[in-house]
């Protein structure tokens, strides 16, 4: 059984562009986390989305947004890069009945 | 905001050695639990401690839980240069809002 899959491994991009980020849940969970990890800062709750929905954010500025694909895949949109969202991101799932979360292997953003 | 706090922020130590990981939150929990990552990468569960546990033992894993101290602690016993990760202690507070609430962890290596 395939895990939780992220893409790309690594995004470079420049002050203000865009960048966007993809996760695949492991097959038939439906909830899917994303998480900044910035260095020497923990991880940092951003999005949670369940059966296509957004349910809840984190403290997080509007340019960082997302959406659930009906195949429960999701995609995490951060516009206007600034510096500072240089981080890794993560992506979890949490199959039903189970209280832990499963991690891609997450996506290193560099913004120059 | 995090919720857990580990200790110490980084620990070296010698193979063979017992490393142990202090870890505190602030508001009530469902369960605890400890999570590793490796380089980087993705986080990896290790173990999960309800909020009416007091001990837990998984392999070369044991984790205790106070709940009047709001505390917990994860031991390695005898560990091996393949321990050497960052471990992260993470809290429920249950509903699934924000996944889990995670500190900043603790740098483990161990010297060979």
């Known amino acids: 059984e395939a895990g939780v899959t992220q893409s790309p491994t690594h995004l470079i991009k420049t002050r203000g562009q865009q960048a966007t980020l993809r996760c695949s849940p492991i097959?038939?969970?439906?909830?899917v986390y994303w998480y900044q990890q910035a260095l020497g800062l923990g991880l940092q709750f951003l999005l949670w989305?369940?059966?296509?929905?957004?349910?809840n954010r984190g403290n997080f500025p509007p340019r960082f947004s997302g959406r659930q694909f009906p195949n429960y895949s999701s995609e995490l949109n951060v516009n206007a890069l600034e510096l500072e969202d240089s981080a890794l991101y993560l992506c979890?799932?949490?199959?039903?009945?189970?209280?832990?979360?499963?991690f891609g292997s997450g996506t290193q953003l560099s913004v120059l | 905001s995090q919720q857990g706090e580990e200790d110490p922020q980084a620990l070296s130590i010698q193979e063979g050695e017992n490393a142990t990981m202090n870890c505190s939150y602030k508001t009530s929990i469902n369960n605890l639990q400890w999570y590793r990552q490796n380089s980087g990468r993705g986080l990896v569960h290790l173990i999960l401690?309800?909020?009416?546990?007091r001990e837990k033992h998984s392999g070369r894993l044991r984790v205790t839980l106070d709940t009047s101290k709001k505390s917990s602690s994860l031991l390695i016993t005898a560990s091996r240069a393949a321990d050497t990760a960052s471990y992260f202690c993470a809290t429920d507070s249950g509903g699934g809002a924000d996944g889990l609430t995670f500190g900043k962890g603790t740098h483990l290596i161990i010297q060979p």
């Open positions: 989305y369940d059966e296509g929905e957004e349910r």
């Open positions: 097959s038939g969970h439906t909830s």
């Open positions: 401690i309800r909020s009416n546990e």
């Open positions: 979890a799932d949490r199959g039903e009945g189970t209280e832990k979360l499963f």
